[in-house]
């Protein structure tokens, strides 16, 4: 059964710096690409930065330069890490870790976590 359990987050006035990370566990992680998303209130859900089960990275326009994201697998479990730097009031919102592939008959298999509050309040 896969598990994601995230933590960080938290309050940072404008300007600062937060990590969010997240545990994944019970299955081999090696095809699965991983993401973290965020919504804020009254607003749709919407992808922020993932990175590939080959490594490769992409990032929103909006966080471009100001966030980076890393994993490190380990044997069914993996490591998902996003250090946010230049936060901005804007980037307040729930932060939710993602896990997915997509199988030979393109059908997609995904988890979530629960989620973890970034706040970018003076």
């Known amino acids: 059964q896969v598990q994601l359990v995230e933590s960080g987050g938290g309050l940072v006035q404008p300007g600062g710096s937060l990590s969010v990370s997240c545990v994944a566990s019970?299955?081999?992680?090696?095809?699965?690409?991983m993401s973290w998303y965020r919504q804020a209130p009254e607003k749709q859900r919407e992808l922020v930065a993932g990175?590939?089960?080959?490594?490769?990275?992409?990032?929103a326009d909006s966080v471009k330069g100001r966030f980076t994201i890393s994993r490190d697998d380990a044997k069914n479990r993996v490591l998902l890490q996003m250090n946010m730097d230049r936060l901005k009031p804007e980037d307040t919102a729930l932060y939710y870790c993602?896990?997915?592939?997509?199988?030979?008959?393109?059908?997609?298999?995904?988890?979530w976590g629960q989620g973890t509050q970034v706040t970018v309040s003076s």
């Open positions: 990175v590939s089960s080959g490594g490769r990275t992409n990032f």
């Open positions: 993602n896990v997915g592939r997509t199988d030979w008959l393109g059908r997609r298999h995904e988890a």
């Open positions: 019970g299955t081999d992680f090696s095809p699965y690409d």
